[in-house]
């Protein structure tokens, strides 16, 4: 028997096979993370079976002939078959070319951020920061102080370097300090932030690389699954036949209530 075939359980010879399995546990991840694999499989086997039972009663007393099941059935078709069409209809049209030249195109109308690559020596005064670039001034190793006398643990250890950053990665006024210097630049004062006393160090300004094709493949494909989507959709009201009763519509919205009365002023005491 084909994995997917499997019986874990049977309920008046009813089987619960693994793919009845792995469509609740889809829906209950969540709830079952913490669980070994055995209990998860074992939890979701038992409430298989609960469901089963539930069912079949719920069958037997004629629920499943009330107008009410039959209206929210009908619900529940339109979901599965609205899926069905976006999986066979639209998600299985797209293929890798569709998907490359969408890439192509938003590539060539892309226009990167800017980004600034940076060093800095952080210390709790300005006197200190004063005293720094005194030493640099006098032709101190920017990154060989920043190892000795720098307070931010996750950059000194590295000569004060920080990396790339874009706008709005670092604190306003550090950004701007950095944004005004030239490569190789140092700030002639010291940058004040929440942080403590800064002397930043420019090395590069450039473009952001544009991520490949392999890094946002997958957002891309989504984005062409959605103008597919929509062109379908548009499509299909083209050739249907749909009337929209706005009048209805508005006489079922609730109304906003009024706006409550003023309190009045007491009279100022005599």
């Not at 952080?122 to 004063?130: F, H, Q, R």
Request: aromatic content about 4%.
């Amino acid at each position: 028997a084909r994995a997917e075939d499997k019986v874990y359980a049977t309920v008046d010879g009813q089987p619960i096979t693994q793919a009845d399995v792995a469509a609740l546990t889809s829906s209950l991840g969540p709830q079952l993370a913490q669980l070994p694999e055995e209990a998860r499989l074992k939890a979701v086997v038992e409430r298989l079976v609960d469901m089963r039972l539930i069912a079949q009663a719920a069958a037997k007393d004629g629920l499943d002939k009330s107008d009410t099941y039959k209206k929210r059935m009908e619900q529940v078709r339109t979901q599965l078959l609205v899926s069905e069409f976006v999986k066979s209809k639209v998600e299985a049209e797209v293929s890798d070319a569709m998907v490359k030249a969408r890439y192509d195109k938003d590539a060539a109308a892309y226009e990167p951020p800017e980004e600034m690559h940076a060093r800095h020596i952080l210390v709790k005064t300005e006197d200190e920061a004063k005293a720094v670039l005194a030493d640099l001034a006098k032709g101190g190793d920017f990154a060989k102080i920043a190892e000795e006398k720098s307070q931010d643990p996750g950059s000194a250890k590295n000569g004060g370097d920080l990396g790339f950053f874009a706008a709005g990665d670092m604190v306003p006024e550090f950004e701007k300090a950095a944004g005004a210097l030239k490569p190789g630049e140092i700030t002639k004062e010291p940058v004040k932030t929440q942080f403590g006393w800064h002397v930043i160090k420019l090395e590069e300004k450039r473009k952001q690389p544009i991520p490949s094709l392999d890094q946002v493949k997958d957002q891309v494909r989504q984005a062409v699954v959605g103008d597919l989507f929509t062109q379908k959709l548009a499509d299909l009201k083209k050739a249907a036949k749909v009337e929209i009763d706005d009048a209805a519509i508005k006489a079922a919205a609730p109304k906003p209530e009024a706006p409550a009365a003023p309190a009045p002023v007491p009279a100022p005491a005599k």
